[in-house]
């Protein structure tokens, strides 16, 4: 092989030897957002969660301010029914 033929396939696979750097940097990129994209979705999921606890205790704190409002009226109603028994 003559030197002009060597030097052509040394730069190829200098050329080649670069690609596969670069390629190998890429596939490490797409590790790293992969993790975050996974850390992001469990962040997203325990605030979903979070939300869902929050709505819950929203819904039992309705509930329980109805049976308290209800019972005041009740006991409204009856102090109203023994003023005008008098």
Do not use: P, W
Request: net charge neutral; proline share 0%; glycine share 4%.
């Amino acid at each position: 092989m003559d030197k002009e033929t060597n030097h052509i396939f040394q730069l190829a696979l200098q050329k080649l030897d670069n690609i596969e750097k670069r390629f190998d940097n890429v596939e490490k990129r797409l590790g790293n957002m992969e993790k975050r994209q996974d850390e992001i979705y469990n962040v997203v999921k325990a605030i979903e969660h979070s939300n869902n606890v929050r709505k819950a205790e929203i819904d039992n704190l309705t509930h329980k301010v109805a049976h308290i409002e209800g019972t005041v009226n009740g006991v409204g109603e009856l102090i109203e029914n023994r003023r005008s028994i008098k």
